[in-house]
């Protein structure tokens, strides 16, 4: 049985996603009754899309890849590990080996956690099974094993539907969205660090009264919520910082511009491809799951309209810079990047734990974001790996790695990295504890209140 | 030519996924209209020029002031699909 894993592992590997993601998608849209054109359709609509991804992806590596070690050297601040921001990573996480395989694998776990009574979710928003491929393929880089990668990734699909659960209650009950639960990790992956220090502050009256208000931040500022300036700006900043000349730094804010208007286009192309496989998808398992009582996993993309989700969303901006300096004494290297656009998805689910006030919500971002910038540092090895195998990106010597502040900065994707440093049979146990605990945790303290 | 505005917090993963169905809708029906994916967030008042706003999030008040709001949720759930449709071709027709 392991034999034939790894041998599929091999197969993925040396195809690449070009050639298996339009393959796998056509058989899983088949299987999904989709008609047999409109798969076909949609899985070269893929292909299309990450030809289209690697293109862009090949211009953050040449272009950008000098600065962050430039920046690093001429501001002394040793931070020289860039962030690619999570619409390339998503990509890159898909296009990996255990990315091929996180639809049906993904599917076929909610499915039986769902009959087994051990959640109440059921995650329709399969383009975000990104995010458990991407902790499958940093597992399989530091284990140099496609199935414990694949192995890691199915315990992370366990682990966000149990923190969907955990937290269904307090989002139905704040954004008013009945039904709904956020088996989004970009989001809840934030939760478990969060809701302690959310306890702590809400308990320190001086800080509820300095209330800011939404949208006042939203209104001034909000030019930052617009992808194009904000690379503009940060680009020019740091080739600026990082001592090149007049050109080169409008160069520079045009190129950072450019990766955050064209890898998103792109991205959207892939969504376009992926759309009609969601939905039989979607149909699929609700037709499986007649007769329960689900909520339907969504991706937490549709709370962040909130007036709270946004102004806290773009004060991260200056905080996650801030607090990248800030922390390089203690060993950050991170350099916060093309992520800093959407600080709105570490926001969503916070806003939530302290009923929605701008500051406190920016407190809890800056806290799960700093401790996170240790772990986009640590988990840097590992990301490089994956843009330079399947981005195909090459990188110079000595120069700029890469991270994903999006997702690396999630604590327990650095916990399954780390657990899988360990021997197979530890690493499993520990993961089991940890998914029992978690399942204790949403059964006893749901959030928001009785269950 | 009537305008559509789709919109999600990304403008990338919700809004695509409205865009393809809204598309395939209007063909269905023969209704041309124009398009525009946007996030929320780079959303301000004096662009809206829209007849509909599609929206997988909430729209803040100053923009769903300029045009009928349309929650578009439910193209993605699976659940009251139709009564979506029905709402978009009477502000299209």
């Given at each position: 049985m392991e034999n034939i894993l790894v041998q599929i592992g091999e197969l993925l590997n040396n195809l690449?996603?070009?050639?298996?993601l339009p393959i796998v998608i056509l058989i899983i849209g088949l299987i999904l009754r989709m008609k047999l054109l409109e798969a076909l359709r949609s899985g070269v609509l893929l292909a299309i899309a990450f030809v289209g991804i690697f293109l862009v992806v090949g211009l953050l590596g040449e272009e950008l890849s000098t600065i962050g070690a430039a920046f690093a050297e001429k501001t002394?601040?040793?931070?020289d590990i860039i962030d690619i921001g999570w619409p390339a990573a998503g990509a890159l996480a898909f296009s990996s080996p255990v990315g091929n395989l996180i639809i049906p694998i993904g599917i076929a776990i909610n499915l039986i956690l769902l009959f087994g009574g051990l959640t109440d979710t059921l995650d329709?928003?399969?383009?975000?099974f990104w995010h458990m491929a991407f902790i499958g393929a940093v597992v399989q880089f530091i284990t140099g094993s496609f199935v414990l990668g694949l192995v890691a990734a199915a315990i992370n699909v366990v682990f966000a539907l149990f923190l969907a659960d955990w937290s269904a209650a307090l989002m139905q009950k704040y954004f008013?969205?009945?039904?709904l639960s956020f088996p989004h990790?970009?989001?809840?992956?934030y939760l478990l660090l969060a809701a302690p220090f959310a306890w702590l502050i809400n308990k320190i009256p001086f800080l509820k009264k300095l209330h800011l208000d939404p949208d006042t931040i939203r209104k001034k500022i909000?030019?930052?919520?617009?992808p194009m300036f904000l690379g503009l700006f940060i680009g020019i900043l740091l080739a600026a910082f990082a001592g090149k000349d007049a050109a080169g730094v409008i160069l520079t804010g045009i190129n950072t511009a450019a990766v955050m208007v064209l890898v998103p286009k792109m991205v959207s192309l892939l969504m376009e491809g992926l759309t009609p496989v969601a939905d039989a998808a979607r149909d699929f398992m609700m037709k499986r799951a007649k007769g329960k009582e689900i909520h339907i996993g969504m991706d937490s993309?549709?709370?962040?309209?909130?007036p709270a989700v946004i102004a806290s969303g773009i004060l991260m901006v200056p905080v996650e810079i801030g607090l990248a300096l800030l922390l390089a004494p203690l060993g950050n290297r991170t350099l916060p990047y093309i992520d800093l656009a959407d600080g709105v998805f570490v926001t969503a689910m916070l806003a939530p734990l302290v009923a929605g006030d701008v500051l406190l919500t920016v407190i809890l971002g800056a806290i799960v974001m700093g401790v996170g910038m240790i772990f986009t540092t640590l988990l840097a090895p590992a990301v490089t790996h994956m843009v330079e195998t399947v981005g195909g990106v090459d990188i110079p010597a000595g120069y700029t790695t890469y991270t994903v502040m999006s997702d690396a900065a999630i604590p327990h994707a650095y916990a399954t990295y780390y657990i899988f440093q360990s021997p197979v049979v530890i690493a499993l146990i520990v993961s089991f504890v940890l998914l029992a605990v978690m399942y204790f945790i949403k059964k006893k303290y749901p959030l928001g209140g009785e269950k | 030519m009537k305008k559509v505005f789709i919109v999600c917090?990304?403008?990338?993963a919700t809004s695509t996924m409205l865009k393809v169905k809204i598309e395939k809708f209007l063909d269905s029906k023969g209704i041309e209209a124009e398009l525009h994916q946007y996030r929320i967030a780079e959303l301000s008042p004096d662009r809206v020029n829209a007849d509909v706003i599609v929206s997988t999030t909430s729209v803040p008040d100053d923009i769903s002031e300029k045009a009928p709001v349309i929650d578009g949720l439910p193209l993605i759930t699976?659940?009251?699909?139709d009564k979506v449709f029905e709402e978009l071709y009477k502000k299209l027709s």
């Open positions: 690449g996603p070009l050639i298996i002394g601040t040793g931070l329709i928003d399969i383009w975000n008013k969205l009945p039904g990790l970009q989001s809840a992956g909000g030019i930052l919520g617009e993309a549709i709370l962040i309209g909130s | 917090a990304t403008g990338i699976g659940i009251g699909q």
